[in-house]
């Protein structure tokens, strides 16, 4: 916000909420799009760790950024690949923070398997065993990817 | 007795599934476009930049070896590691993005996006579709996706190599058409 100020630009609360929102949603699908990229492998014949799952959460997730900058009317390619990095790099963190917080979601490869996993936080929102750590993974994922979005935002009226 | 062996061996698959055929291709038809949306939206100053075509090249070779390769039950290990994690991928994105921003190297920014994508495509069209097929696994009593591997072909679930089921030379060919024998 100072970087904001600083540079002259204005700050709108409808313009803060996208951005929150928009990497929100990014972060989310960076959170999701390991394990769903491993069931629509696993649908087509493919192992869930397989190079063809890591290549359709790549396409989830490339597809995501070019969704959220159509909707911004963004037509640059360099904040698309920033988008992108924002959305796997939340979704990573996500991932990691809802470990810590004992969902455990690192390591699956695809969403059938969170039924497997040791129930941790399993009556989390009554779903089936252990998929709450899924949603929990995916909710921390849009939490950061949100607030990485947000900083995103603030600061680049400051880029060259 | 028969009854129960009958119970416990699968029933062979018929129909070779095309609907894998159908989802890989749509894949990488759905990578290559996003990578021609990338590369439309680009400047034209940029993209006939020399820097631009090389970071293009560059960015492409390194998805390439990042996605690295899958395993062959006993025959390959499977590409693993920090280096091919998905944090890796997330901050060669945001590190190529910000080079958007520098002067002088924002044509390396420009090119990663569409990079990423086309590299995605291009490395599963060649791996599985180009030189991979769906063969049947007279191991796993099911059609599977079979994979190359030095002048071998083998199943990918169970990595037992494959042979064709008609008589005749042994060949490594993958195509659809079983060999016939010429008359002599």
């Known amino acids: ?160 | 007795m028969e009854r129960a062996n009958a119970e416990s061996t699968p029933e062979p698959e018929k129909h070779k599934p095309v609907s894998w055929i159908a989802g890989l291709w749509l894949i990488v038809l759905s990578l290559f476009l996003i990578a021609a949306y990338a590369l439309s939206i680009t400047p034209l100053l940029v993209l006939y930049d020399w820097r631009f075509l090389a970071s293009f090249v560059g960015w492409s070779g390194f998805l390439w070896w990042w996605l690295g390769s899958d395993s062959i039950p006993g025959r390959r290990k499977a590409t693993k590691g920090f280096r091919h994690s998905w944090l890796v991928l997330g901050l060669s994105l945001l590190i190529g993005g910000g080079l958007g921003y520098v002067s002088g190297l924002a044509p390396i920014g420009y090119s990663i996006f569409a990079a990423f994508s086309a590299a995605s495509g291009a490395k599963i069209g060649w791996v599985y579709g180009l030189r991979g097929r769906i063969r049947y696994c007279t191991r796993c009593g099911a059609y599977r996706w079979h994979v190359r591997l030095g002048g071998n072909v083998y199943c990918n679930r169970c990595g037992h190599q494959w042979a064709r089921p008609v008589e005749g030379p042994q060949t490594t060919r993958l195509r659809d058409k079983p060999w016939k024998q010429k008359d002599s």
């Open chain 1, 1 to 160: 916000m100072g970087i904001q100020l600083a540079t002259g630009g204005q700050i709108t609360a409808s313009g803060l909420f996208f951005a929150a929102a928009s990497g929100a949603f990014l972060g989310a699908v960076g959170a999701l799009a390991a394990p769903l990229g491993g069931s629509l492998a696993e649908s087509i014949g493919f192992k869930a760790s397989s190079i063809v799952a890591k290549v359709i959460s790549n396409s989830l997730v490339f597809g995501a950024a070019i969704d959220v900058g159509l909707a911004s009317g963004q037509r640059d390619p360099v904040k698309l690949a920033l988008s992108g990095g924002l959305a796997i790099v939340g979704g990573e963190s996500g991932d990691a923070l809802a470990g810590e917080l004992g969902a455990e979601t690192t390591g699956m490869t695809s969403l059938q398997q969170s039924g497997r996993f040791a129930p941790r936080i399993a009556a989390f929102l009554r779903v089936s065993p252990n998929a709450g750590g899924v949603v929990a993974g995916d909710i921390a994922g849009g939490i950061l990817g949100g607030f990485l979005d947000y900083l995103y935002k603030l600061a680049e009226p400051g880029l060259p």
